[in-house]
């Protein structure tokens, strides 16, 4: 029997819980407030204290500690639950006079003529939650489901930051019950770079940043959560216990102190005048904002009038969302066009009459390919609905049909190229028609542009424009052409100074040793994407290394399936490319390896991962032992030599103190690799 491990020394308790309370505090500066007072070395250290600590006293570990966000293990599905109180919905108006019609219903109904105060907010696009606080603590939180009951996803908004795993207690005391209500969502940049990662690796976009968050909420993997940009505005209460508030207005202020995120474009107002001003110039600054919103919610502040005021069937009568002008409108095609895409693919546009939609005019659609066109069947002639998903290209949502002109033909892709006049190809089983001419215009220009982009080769200056001008004036027809362009090359070129053409130069030049999955990414191999490329890198350390990778090789890559290793295996077989990795090498381009490599340092050596990491996914810890030599197994035996715990260890951290199997944490396994 291996004896039990020695109580914790009081002085071990109290350090515990002074280091949660700053962690706690440091988190809410940083993520809440945007304003850290410490440095993130010293917050890592902070940190690495408590994971020391509570590895020491697993017994010591709390749901709510900060080194508690991500690690839960993958749920097989979402309990259901029903809200203390129905998540009510709002009601709707799309007009001035309808906003003026609710102020005016209110005071009929109140027997008033006075003016309101009302408090005005953003309504946010994104997944209404519930968060609930018992004595301060982050024990449950929920999807708004049908309002009455939501699916359990507690596991997963504890890995969103700006959400309070431990209320904060020092400006108002923490109430024994709170459930907060708010809003997840994604920023618009961040949506974006989320999608072109999907479809770098096949995967499907995400229509609009609402569905991005709705989606990343319901995985039944934190671990994929934890990996998805979210972020919440609070925005009420629902049930509470131990704390009274008089107006909306005081809740929101206290959920501030308490650490919840709240909107700070909220303000309150009197009278529906302003608060359709407030709708006015909340409008303007919509397209500014770094998320989506669909409107403004208009909330009578004081909670006496809104209890007077009481409830429909699902909606309140104190509130109001007075929503912005749709982002849908309709017109008509003019020409269906076809692009030609960085890897060849050919995407299908609509050409269209411009319209305005959501206060910007557009004159193209995407219709993503050719099945798509044929599902849509939009012909030329035809009137469309259109809408705009978040600062993305807008998309057909339908056609019209009653108002198709007679003699419309359906859509048929073109056989050739509309840039080379190769014949376009369609392997059979695939959504994407290619031009297969790598030398297409279209193609490299698009592929010059992502070799240069920040998550290529990062070419500070070389954008769009200046990319197009060196392919037309023949001075660059692939990337390697890129590191012999001298200033007398760029100057003659339009709108070319010699000062920016030196800064180009100079940019191009300074971009020849990016860390090695920069590089890999920069290739624009079809199917890898960022994440990717980061993985690779750590596995094969060196372009040469992933060169020479089979299929075989590629395929113990974890992440890394039958479909990528293929599309990496035909881009190095291309003779094509690898000329042009010959060349890159001649003008001096040389990656950076992902770190000093000591011959397999960790040969001979076998690990164990239990808990989840903060810092890697289970795939990455597990490239980096292999890239080191280590080998990696699935269960502890007396041939283990370190067990790798992270949060919330399973059973295989038991098994590892009973056969003394070395333990590390992970900023200690960190370490080691690094
Ligand atoms: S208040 C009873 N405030 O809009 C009050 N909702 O149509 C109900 N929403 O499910 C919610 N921003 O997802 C409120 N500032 C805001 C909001 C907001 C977005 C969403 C929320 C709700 C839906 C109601």
């Not at 760029?490 to 860390?515: D, H, M, T, W, Y």
């Not at 199997?661 to 080691?672: D, G, H, N, R, S």
Request: one cysteine or more; proline letters at 7%; glycine letters at 8%.
């Amino acid at each position: 029997m291996v004896p039990p491990p020695p109580p914790a020394p009081p002085e071990v308790i109290s350090r515990i819980k002074e280091l949660r309370e700053q962690l706690h505090y440091h988190n809410y500066r940083y993520y809440v407030l945007d304003n850290p007072v410490i440095s993130d070395a010293e917050y890592d250290r902070l940190l690495q204290e408590l994971e020391k600590l509570e590895e020491k006293y697993p017994e010591l570990v709390t749901p709510d500690s900060p080194t508690q966000r991500v690690g839960a293990a993958p749920l097989e599905k979402f309990e259901s639950l029903r809200h203390r109180q129905p998540m009510l919905s709002l009601e709707n108006a799309f007009s001035e006079a309808e906003a003026r019609e609710f102020d005016e219903r209110l005071k009929r109904f109140l027997r008033t003529t006075e003016d309101f105060h009302y408090v005005v907010e953003p309504k946010m696009d994104g997944c209404a939650v519930e968060l609930v606080y018992e004595r301060g603590r982050f024990t449950v939180g929920s999807t708004r489901g049908d309002g009455i009951r939501g699916e359990n996803v507690t596991q997963n908004l504890k890995t969103i930051h700006t959400i309070p795993l431990q209320m904060l207690g020092k400006e108002a005391p923490v109430p024994e019950l709170l459930e907060v209500r708010g809003e997840v969502y994604m920023d618009l940049g961040e949506f974006e770079k989320l999608n072109r990662e999907r479809e770098g690796r096949g995967e499907a976009a995400f229509a609009n940043p609402r569905n991005a968050a709705a989606g990343s909420l319901r995985q039944l993997d934190p671990a994929i959560t934890a990996a998805r940009p979210l972020k919440i505005y609070c925005y009420g209460v629902g049930e509470v216990k131990g704390a009274s508030f008089k107006t909306h207005w005081d809740i929101l202020e206290n959920l501030k102190k308490w650490g919840f995120r709240v909107n700070p474009l909220i303000e309150t107002c009197r009278g529906i005048d302003a608060a359709i001003a407030y709708h006015h110039r909340i409008e303007h600054q919509r397209h500014g904002l770094p998320y989506e919103i669909d409107g403004v919610v208009i909330k009578v502040d004081s909670l006496a009038l809104q209890e007077r005021l009481g409830t429909k069937a699902r909606s309140p009568r104190w509130a109001l969302a007075y929503k912005f002008a749709a982002t849908q409108e309709t017109t008509r095609v003019l020409d269906i066009a076809v692009n030609v895409g960085r890897t060849g693919a050919v995407t299908p546009m609509a050409v269209m009459e411009p319209v305005e939609v959501g206060g910007v005019t557009v004159s193209r659609a995407t219709l993503h390919n050719e099945d798509e066109v044929a599902r849509k069947d939009v012909r030329v002639g035809d009137t469309v609905l259109i809408q705009r998903a978040g600062d993305v290209i807008p998309e057909v949502v339908k056609v019209i049909i009653e108002e198709r002109p007679p003699g419309a033909a359906p859509f048929q892709m073109p056989q050739n190229c509309p840039v080379c006049d190769t014949p376009l190809v369609r392997p059979a089983g695939e959504k994407v028609t290619r031009c297969p001419n790598p030398d297409c215009f279209g193609a490299s220009t698009r592929g010059i542009m992502h070799f240069a982009s920040k998550a290529g080769m990062d070419i500070d200056g070389l954008g769009e424009k200046i990319i197009l001008q060196l392919v037309n004036a023949g001075l660059v027809k692939d990337v390697s052409d890129l590191y012999h362009l001298t200033e007398g090359d760029l100057v003659p070129l339009e709108r070319f100074a010699e000062k920016s053409a030196q800064n180009i130069i100079n940019a191009i030049q300074g971009s020849k040793n990016p860390p090695f999955w920069r590089l890999i990414n920069a290739l624009g191999i079809r199917f890898v994407g960022e994440a990717t490329a980061q993985l690779l890198a750590q596995h094969f350390q060196t372009l040469e290394g992933l060169m020479a990778a089979g299929e075989e090789d590629l395929l113990q890559v974890e992440g890394v399936g039958p479909q990528v290793a293929g599309s990496i295996r035909e881009y190095f077989d291309n003779p094509r490319n690898r000329e042009l990795i010959t060349k890159l090498k001649e003008a001096g381009v040389k990656e950076q390896p992902p770190e000093a490599r000591a011959a397999g340092p960790l040969a001979g050596k076998t690990f164990v991962f239990t808990g989840g990491l903060a810092h890697f996914s289970r795939e990455e810890a597990k490239a980096l032992v292999t890239a080191r030599g280590g080998k990696v197994s699935s269960s502890v035996s007396a041939k283990t030599d370190y067990v790798v715990a992270g949060a919330d260890p399973g059973s295989k951290y038991a098994k590892a103190r009973e056969l003394g199997v070395t333990i590390l944490t992970e900023a200690e396994f960190e370490k080691l690799v690094r």
